[in-house]
Nanobody
C-alpha cells in the first residue's frame, strides 16, 4: 500500500507559477513511475506529466515547455513546476504512483487531488 500526500495548489493569475508536491509513503518499493494527472469539470482525467524510475519524462503536448516534472528519491517526492499558467490549466491535479510488482502486477495509487485555478 502506498499513500500519496499532495500540496501546492491554489489560485493564481494567468502567466503565474505554482509548484505542486507529492510525497509517497508506505510500501513504496517497486514504484516504476510517478506522475501528475488533471481533471477539469466535465472532462476525463488526463496525464499531465510523468517520470519513470530511470528518469525518463513524458508531458502532455499542452504543457510542454511550461511544466517540468522532477523527483527527489531521498524524499520519495515528486514535483510539478508549472510556469506560464493559462486559464485552461484550471483543474484538480492528482498525484499518481505506478507500482509494478514481480515485473508483472501493476497497481496505481492516487492522491486526493489539489485544486489549481488560473484566472484570466
Amino acid at each position: 500500500q502506498v499513500q500519496l500526500v499532495e500540496s501546492g495548489g491554489g489560485l493564481v493569475q494567468a502567466g503565474g507559477s505554482l509548484r505542486l508536491s507529492c510525497a509517497a509513503s508506505g510500501s513504496i518499493f517497486s514504484i516504476n513511475a510517478l506522475g501528475w494527472y488533471r481533471q477539469a469539470p466535465g472532462k476525463q482525467r488526463d496525464l499531465v506529466a510523468a517520470i519513470t524510475s530511470g528518469g525518463t519524462t513524458n508531458y502532455a503536448d499542452s504543457v510542454k515547455g511550461r511544466f517540468t516534472i522532477s523527483r527527489d528519491n531521498a524524499k520519495n517526492t515528486v514535483y510539478l513546476q508549472m510556469n506560464s499558467l493559462k486559464p485552461e490549466d484550471t483543474a484538480v491535479y492528482y498525484c499518481n504512483a505506478h507500482q509494478v510488482l514481480f515485473g508483472v502486477v501493476d497497481r496505481d495509487y492516487w492522491g486526493q487531488g489539489t485544486q489549481v485555478t488560473v484566472s484570466s
